[in-house]
């Protein structure tokens, strides 16, 4: 049985997955510290031979994967969350916790490593956010998260690689 929240998640990622991508929109400032970076010259024929089909659609065309598939959502192993696009390091394991969206969640980011923009895809805006090096779509954030940050950084599974501490 579905609680409202999954239902309504599922909802949402669908509408996103049927849209296909973000609307395009202006990043913010926060990533300047890797304007230089080489992973923002990667060609998007280089990207589609460096990842798989479901990471770069999400990644690099900003799409969704379904909920409820990624095996991340059941990974509770210590360790570190990174952009699967250039291995920046995006989440500690801590910040990890069960949203019941079918999405990997995370209620911190380490800051200076996401960047974000507002995206009207579905119709309504919301903040969607990226790795800050190369770019690469991870997800949503949310302000219905849990303590201590009351933040919900719903993200894709296959935008992530996950290292065991």
């Given at each position: ?53 479901a ?12 909920p ?21 390091a995006?989440?500690q394991?801590?910040?990890k ?14 800051r ?10 579905i ?19 949310f ?23």
């Open positions: 049985m579905e609680t409202p929240i999954q239902r309504r998640h599922l909802l949402l990622g669908v509408a996103a997955t049927a849209m296909g991508a973000c609307s395009p929109g202006a990043a913010d400032a926060s990533e300047a510290q890797y304007a230089a970076s080489p992973f923002r010259r990667i060609s998007d024929v280089e990207w589609r031979r460096r990842l798989d089909d990471s770069w659609r999400v990644l690099r065309h900003e799409s969704t994967e379904r409820f598939t990624s095996p991340l959502n059941d990974e509770h192993r210590r360790g570190t969350f990174s952009c699967k696009g250039c291995g920046l995006l989440f394991s801590r910040w916790y069960d949203s019941g969206t079918g999405w990997p969640s995370f209620h911190t980011a380490i200076e490593n996401i960047g974000t923009k507002t995206d009207f895809a119709g309504i805006p919301r903040t969607e956010y990226h790795c800050a090096r190369c770019l690469g779509h991870q997800g949503h954030l302000d219905d998260g849990p303590r201590p940050t009351g933040k919900r950084y719903c993200n894709n599974g296959v935008a992530l690689t996950f290292t065991p501490a």
